[in-house]
Structures are given as C-alpha cells and as structure tokens.
C-alpha cells in the first residue's frame, strides 16, 4: 500500500519568539486554552505518554487531569505497564497532538507518585462506574473474554453496594511529570515548521532556543 501521496500543507499560523513568554507552562497554558475552545478538538486532554520498561519504549493514551508550572498529572492503576514502568523508569515523556490547529507540544521529564490525600480526593470525585472500574480491572493483565470483565465489576458492584463512599484500591493512584524540557511545534508552509524548546537549567531558569525543522 503506497500513501506517499497523502500530502498537505500547514498555513495555520507561526510561531515567533517575542511572542513568547520566559516561563514556557504560560505557553502551555495559552495553547491549551485555546485547545479546549476549539470545536474540532474533542478531548485536548489527550496526551500520550511514553516510558521504557526494560529497554523497551512503550507509548499509550492517557488524560491529563491536572497541569501547574512544575508538575503534569493523570491517574493509572500502579500495577499496570505503565505504573510498572515508571516505578523502574522515572523518566518519562507526554506528547499533546492538536493536529487540526496544526500544534504540538512535548514535555520530557521524571514522574513521581502523588500522595495518598491527592489520590483520595480526586478518586472521590470520579463517577461511581468509574470507582468500580478501578477495582475490576487489573489493567494491563490476560483476561479471558468480555464477559468475565463484566462479572468482575458486577462482583465489584454487590461487593461494595451498601457504601455510600467506595475506598481507593491501594493500587490506583495518581503520577506527575516534573518537566525538564518542552518543545513547542507550529505547522509552516514548505515544511519549515516553527519549532521552540525550552530546556531547564540548573539555577531554574529555562533556556529558550528555535530549533530547525
């Protein structure tokens, strides 16, 4: 199957360094903003993720769920690959996609767990189904077939059916990247897209640098 004919080309906008700020989460924050208004973006909390588990790079979706100047959040199960794979491996990185305003946003650094308070407060405000959800699924493992999952969280259901509030499984909480390095992409015509890192220094203070195409 050939696909080299599949072509197009980005005219969207540019990116300039005056417009662009010391600190570069308030760039972050600028592009989200206008990712979330955006009607052609159904989910800008999308991001993937990638870590490497044993010499092997593995990347998935996940969505972030909280974002400030030093940490990006989202929740797991602990046990799942890549829980797994972030206990052995801090270092990780997250990739937001925004392909119809022709963006992209990376952002390298090392995950750390969130406390338990933090787990427990955001565990508590999830839907009910999504609780119980937590507690069937013992992600990233075999399972037979769909029907033993639903059993599972029917299980789950009559097991915790007369608790007002359902418990946090021990094994489900929440990571936040600390970043050490951001790349912002803007789509340009001729394939000279506008690309910028922000890269941390040791006294705190980022580095901002265009990087070629």
């Known amino acids: 199957m050939s696909i080299d004919h599949i072509r197009r080309d980005y005219d969207r ?47 998935r979706i996940v969505l972030l769920k909280h974002a400030e100047p030093d940490r990006y959040c989202f929740y797991t199960n602990y046990n799942s690959h890549k829980g797994r794979s972030l206990t052995s491996n801090a270092q990780c990185s997250l990739h937001f996609a925004w392909l119809s305003m022709e963006r992209q946003i ?12 933090e787990n427990d407060r955001y565990f508590h405000s999830r839907p009910r189904a999504s609780q119980l959800g937590a507690w069937a699924s013992a992600q990233s493992e075999p399972i037979h077939d769909r029907a033993a999952l ?4 029917a299980a789950m259901e009559k097991k915790f059916a007369s608790e007002k509030q359902i ?20 789509g340009g015509r001729a ?23």
């Open 150 to 153: 639903d059993e599972k969280f």
């Open 106 to 117: 990376l952002i390298q650094g090392q995950a750390t767990r969130l406390t338990d308070a």
């Open 13 to 59: 906008g540019s990116l300039d360094r005056d417009e662009l700020p010391n600190h570069p989460h308030e760039q972050f924050n600028l592009w989200f903003n206008e990712a979330v208004a955006s009607p052609d973006l159904p989910d800008p909390t999308a991001m993937t993720l990638a870590t490497v588990l044993d010499g092997m790079p593995t990347q």
């Open 167 to 186: 418990p946090r499984p021990p094994h489900w909480g929440g990571f936040q990247v600390h970043p050490d390095r951001y790349e912002f992409w803007q």
């Open 191 to 213: 394939r000279l897209h506008d690309r910028f890192e922000y890269r941390r220094q040791e006294n705190g203070d980022w580095l901002l640098s265009r990087l070629q195409p």
